[in-house]
């Protein structure tokens, strides 16, 4: 993966302030990486604050604000589970709760198969569902535990 800015950002920056034009380049080279490899990895963190002259905690700093970058390698089944208001209060710690368990890992990660990732969101517009998750972009609403080992055991059985 290359991440080397192009000549004509590099003559952009001569001409302008150099702090704010690496920060404005972080980004473009954030969402780069993302496409390419499915998420920020470790070494596209290197690389990134090695172009641009900036720590890695820098780096970090920007991915983490937004969230749009994931830090985690997705799995082939992506789990986003909303933690919005109306599905807090409706059941989705318990949800969270249960996938974690069933799925031995923590929001954030990825199962050592590759299988799932497990992610929490703010709030995934179908507030009417709640408590609602999203598998592979598709949401499941009005769900208790057992719905969601259903839904689990749907995944698993796929080849
Ligand atoms: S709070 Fe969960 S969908 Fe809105």
Not at 20 to 26: I, N, P, R, T, Y
Not at 51 to 66: H, I, N, P, Q, R
Request: proline share 4%.
């Amino acid at each position: 993966m290359t991440m080397r800015p192009t000549r004509e950002s590099s003559d952009k920056q001569k001409n302008s302030n150099p702090i704010a034009e690496k920060e404005g380049a972080l980004i473009p080279l954030l969402q780069k990486a993302q496409v390419q490899l499915g998420y920020i990895s470790p070494e596209a963190v290197e690389e990134i604050a090695g172009v641009l002259d900036v720590s890695e905690s820098e780096v970090y700093g920007v991915a983490t604000f937004y969230a749009e970058f994931k830090l985690f390698r997705p799995g082939e089944h992506n789990i986003k589970v909303c933690m919005g208001t109306s599905c807090y209060l409706k059941g989705g710690r318990r949800l969270l709760d249960h996938l974690t368990r069933k799925l031995g890992i923590r929001a954030g990660s990825t199962t050592k198969d590759s299988k799932f990732s497990l992610e929490t969101v703010a709030c995934l517009g179908c507030c009417s569902k709640s408590p609602v998750i999203s598998v592979d972009g598709v949401i499941y609403g009005d769900l208790s535990p057992s719905q969601v080992d259903s839904i689990l055991s749907r995944l698993r059985s796929k080849a």
